[in-house]
């Protein structure tokens, strides 16, 4: 069963960040233990997303062997368990990329689902992230420069051994669909997995560093990124989640899996 997913695209500013919050968030609001990790480490902003506030130990601190993954959790919406990245170049340039892969089999053990925010580019630091997953997923926009870097980061993928598993098209707008999904998928050579529309409520969410799946459920964009969970799980598109769906019980029962499956 695929459960690690790199989420990346080549160019910067598609949506990886979004994308990554957004499916964590809402696996997560489905009852699924989920991880989200910020690889993005020159330009974190994962954390700041997700709404949190001081993380004095990231992954920086992890890759150089200064912290223990435990310490550079926090707990994001619904129990999502986040793994920033520092914000100060000093870190980024202490940090050891090849350790990446350590982190990713220690996750996949803790975790139902995991998700890689890669960085853009075709540096080292963006190139270790899509050899430690299960599957890479692209995020593509509905414009040819975005295209041409998520076809280069999936031949990347392919010439280190990893997977690209699809795509997602995201900020679709009713003019785009001029660029039909079919010629998408024929010049990428892979599925797409569905689209996410350009969607205000992204930003004001982004804005609000909240995820949109949780301040604005009830968006387009947030149907979409619940139906693109709910498939990646392997689950039908399910009723709107929200804290009624969990129940006293259920959240006990979770709690204490974590505690038993972190001690
Ligand atoms: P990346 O991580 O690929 O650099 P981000 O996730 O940070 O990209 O997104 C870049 C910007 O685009 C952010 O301001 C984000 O809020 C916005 N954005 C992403 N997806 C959408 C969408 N579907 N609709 C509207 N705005 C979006
Ligand atoms: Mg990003």
Redesign the pocket.
């Known amino acids: 069963m695929i459960r690690a997913y790199t989420i990346a695209?080549g160019?910067?500013?598609?949506?990886?960040?979004?994308?990554a919050a957004n499916l964590g968030t809402a696996l997560a609001q489905y009852g699924r233990e989920t991880c989200v990790v910020d690889t993005?480490m020159g330009m974190a902003?994962l954390g700041l997303?997700l709404g949190l506030a001081e993380t004095p130990v990231t992954l920086h601190e992890v890759l150089a062997g200064k912290a223990s993954l435990q310490d550079a959790m926090y707990e994001g919406p619904y129990g999502l368990k986040v793994v920033p990245s520092g914000l100060s170049l000093q870190g980024f340039q202490n940090a050891d990329p090849q350790r990446l892969k350590e982190v990713a089999r220690e996750l996949t053990d803790r975790c139902d689902y995991l998700f890689f925010?890669a960085p853009?580019g075709i540096s080292t630091d963006a190139v270790i992230p899509l050899a430690v997953a299960d599957e890479v997923l692209l995020?593509v926009n509905p414009e040819i420069s975005s295209l041409v870097d998520a076809l280069k980061i999936k031949i990347l993928t392919e010439t280190i051994g990893g997977t690209v598993g699809g795509a997602i098209l995201?900020?679709v707008t009713p003019e785009s669909t001029e660029m039909s999904r079919r010629k998408i998928e024929q010049t990428l050579g892979v599925p797409i997995i569905d689209m996410?529309?350009?969607?205000?409520d992204?930003?004001r969410?982004?804005a609000a560093r909240t995820p949109v799946v949780v301040r604005s459920p009830g968006s387009e964009?947030s149907k979409a990124f619940r139906k693109i969970a709910a498939s990646l799980a392997g689950f039908p598109v399910e009723k709107e989640p929200g804290p009624t769906q969990e129940g006293f019980i259920e959240r006990l029962a979770r709690a204490l899996f974590r505690r038993v499956s972190y001690d």
């Not at 160019?11 to 994308?19: R, Y």
């Open positions: 695209s160019k910067g500013g598609t949506g990886k960040t979004t994308v993005d902003n997303v925010d853009a995020v995201n900020r996410i529309p350009e969607d205000a992204v930003r969410a982004a964009s």
